[in-house]
Structures are given as C-alpha cells and as structure tokens.
C-alpha cells in the first residue's frame, strides 16, 4: 500500500514563499503523473498542479499560474510545489496524489498553508 507523506506547510505573509514535499512509499511512485490538490474551509478539494511522469509537462490551474511551480525527483520519491507571491486565498491543506485519482491511493494527512498577516 503507497503511502504519501506531505510536508513544508506553514504561516506565511502575502507574498512569501513555501516549498512543499511529498515523498510516496514504494518504488512505483515513478510510474505514476502526479498532482498536489488543495481544500480550503468549506470547499471541495481541487487540484493546482500535474506533472507528467518523467517531469518534462506540468499544468497549473489558473488560480496559481505562474505563482507556483511542480517538480518531482523519482529517485526519492518526491514531489515537490514551490509556491511564491502567495495570498490569502491560497490558504488550505494541502495533499498531494496520482493524477488522477484513479488509483485509488490513500490520501495522506496534507500539510496546512496558512496566509495571513
């Protein structure tokens, strides 16, 4: 059973920056295009960004283009989501996952960003 381990959540200011990590148990992480997804208070979960498995295409949702950045290290089973200029409104846990969720993997505990002055 996969599991996934988010990390690098925090408080920050509006306009600061956080750098997320998700590792994933088990070696078929790589075989798999991967996401990190966020849920806010009272909404659903979305997903923000995808990368391609061998990390060569990404794609943002609208809400953080061009603020955050996807990449992954399949050596260490990692995934990672550099945000910057982050707002408000990009307060939520967040998780990361398979894109899409198909699999079936569980989702981890998610790593709480926080934006406020």
């Known amino acids: 059973q996969v599991q996934l381990v988010e990390s690098g959540g925090g408080l920050v200011q509006p306009g600061g920056s956080l750098r997320l990590s998700c590792v994933g148990s088990?070696?078929?992480?790589?075989?798999?295009?991967m996401g990190w997804y966020r849920q806010a208070p009272g909404k659903q979960r979305e997903l923000v960004a995808s990368?391609?498995?061998?990390?060569?295409?990404?794609n943002y949702a609208d809400s953080v283009k061009g603020r955050f950045t996807i990449s992954r290290d399949n050596a260490k089973n990692t995934v990672y989501l550099q945000m910057n200029s982050l707002q408000p409104e990009d307060t939520a846990v967040y998780y990361c996952?398979?894109?899409?969720?198909?699999?079936?993997?569980?989702w981890g505990q998610g790593t709480l960003v926080t934006v406020s002055s």
């Open positions: 088990g070696s078929i992480f790589s075989f798999y295009r």
């Open positions: 996952n398979t894109d899409p969720t198909t699999t079936g993997w569980p």
């Open positions: 990368i391609t498995i061998g990390g060569a295409r990404t």
